[in-house]
């Protein structure tokens, strides 16, 4: 079946302006985090979604992130008023059960704020 | 990530073993895993190991878990060129969040 996937995969933007990047998980899956990965760097934990619990957004790094899931599908990340410093991979993932083993990853988007 | 390191390089031969090293810090780890990234794609699940094996082994994969130090080793038996990319350890201490370490880019020569 079809993975994770995301969209846009590549994104630039002028600093200052409002993004918003798109996952769609794998069918059926519950849980879905998202991850930011800057160059070089390990991936960071952002926010985790598990059906209609509260979700964990203990990893935002900001106010200016925010996320949103429509039940157990489509997640849509939002960064508004973005600066240099957010440019990195944005990585979304999800799994049947929060408490599963596997995490399948989905391509990312990668955002290049000028 | 700061809780989950690995040295950033490794050079191999085609057809040699190679080792990547991981040390991480929480000990209620319930599962340690390594993932792989090729290049503009996302990551893929390699092998993970519970906290409670000191070994797996997979294939060409072999994961050495030693719980006392909190080390965590992946070997690639027989190199090949297709292995070339970037492996993460990650370990999961509750029941979701993963943490990262920086990745080790493995570049395997002729």
């Known amino acids: 079946g079809a993975g994770v996937s995301q969209s846009p995969s590549n994104k630039v933007t002028e600093k200052g302006k409002d993004v918003e990047l798109r996952c769609d998980p794998i069918?059926?899956?519950?849980?879905l985090y998202w991850y930011r990965q800057r160059l070089g760097q390990g991936l960071e934990f952002l926010i985790y979604?598990?059906?209609?619990?509260?979700?964990?957004k203990s990893g935002l790094p900001s106010d200016r992130f925010s996320a949103e899931r429509t039940g157990e599908s489509v997640s849509t990340l939002t960064i508004q008023r973005t600066q240099q410093e957010d440019s990195a991979v944005y990585l979304c993932?999800?799994?049947?059960?929060?408490?599963?083993?596997?995490?399948?990853f989905g391509p990312g988007t990668r955002l290049t704020v000028l | 990530g700061e809780d989950v390191e690995q040295s950033l390089f490794l050079s191999v031969r085609e057809g040699d073993s190679s080792v990547i090293n991981c040390t991480y810090t929480?000990?209620?780890?319930?599962?340690l895993y390594w993932y792989k990234q090729e290049p503009g794609a996302g990551l893929q699940l390699l092998t993970y190991?519970?906290?409670?094996?000191d070994m797996k082994q997979d294939q060409r994969l072999t994961v050495l878990l030693n719980k006392k130090d909190k080390h965590l080793s992946l070997r690639i038996a027989d190199t090949q060129t297709g292995d070339s990319a970037i492996y993460f350890c990650?370990?999961?201490?509750?029941?979701?969040?993963?943490?990262f370490g920086a990745g080790t880019t493995v570049t395997v020569r002729a």
């Open positions: 993932a999800s799994s049947r059960t929060g408490t599963a083993t596997e995490q399948f």
């Open positions: 069918s059926g899956h519950t849980a």
């Open positions: 979604f598990q059906g209609n619990s509260a979700p964990d």
């Open positions: 929480d000990s209620s780890s319930t599962y």
């Open positions: 190991i519970f906290s409670n094996m």
């Open positions: 990650a370990e999961r201490a509750n029941d979701y969040k993963l943490s």
